[in-house]
């Protein structure tokens, strides 16, 4: 049963960044709600577990394609989403302060942008799925197939946490909805830069 504790250290590990994401969520979005939360969760779970299974499938033909491109799109996605957040939040504080204004109502997580959220934090995993093979030492499709299953678990477990420890922060900041905001923009942009340069191989 090797490949099993192996199966969980692995999916351990993968949703990591799932959970910095998720903090971010909770952190500078008020909107996040029960079912808004678990949908966030079960999203960035999905992807963590599908992306590795599409490495896994479509195999060693497309690994070189695979790791060129991955770290570069995940970065993309995310700096724009990062930087997005940052910018709205700087020109609302600058907004606020001319108008003098109370406390702004924050912006709304769309459902869109939490699937995008989940392929940008996912879509380096390609990689990974064509190496879990001997990363987790299986010895035949169906541990491989389980390993998959629980690295979604996992994340999705990983992520809820990560959402409700980025609301409980939210409420220290009750009244500060735009600082809240740039701090999880640059959550995003720095877990972008991480992909990148763990993907150029200056990292990990």
Not at 11 to 30: E, K, W
Not at 111 to 139: F, W
Request: aromatic letters at 14%.
């Amino acid at each position: 049963m090797e490949w099993l504790w192996l199966s969980i250290v692995f999916a351990f590990a993968l949703s990591l960044d799932c959970f910095a994401l998720s903090v971010s969520d909770g952190l500078a979005y008020p909107d996040m709600g029960r079912k808004k939360a678990f949908f966030t969760a079960g999203a960035f779970g999905l992807f963590q577990g599908l992306f590795p299974l599409a490495g896994f499938l479509l195999g060693l033909a497309f690994s070189e394609w695979i790791d060129f491109y991955d770290h570069w799109v995940g970065f993309a996605l995310l700096l724009a989403i990062g930087l997005k957040m940052i910018i709205e939040s700087v020109v609302e504080l600058v907004k606020k302060k001319k108008e003098n204004e109370g406390e702004s109502s924050g912006k709304k997580l769309t459902y869109p942008m939490i699937l995008i959220q989940g392929v940008a934090d996912s879509i380096d995993a390609l990689a990974i799925g064509v190496t879990v093979k001997t990363n987790i030492q299986a010895t035949s499709d169906y541990q491989i197939y389980l390993c998959f299953l629980i690295i979604a678990v996992i994340s999705f477990g990983v992520s809820l946490l990560g959402i409700y420890g980025g609301r409980f922060f939210n409420r220290l900041f009750r009244g500060k909805v735009e600082i809240t905001e740039i701090i999880g923009g640059s959550v995003l942009v720095i877990l972008g830069v991480f992909i990148l340069l763990e993907g150029l191989g200056i990292m990990g």
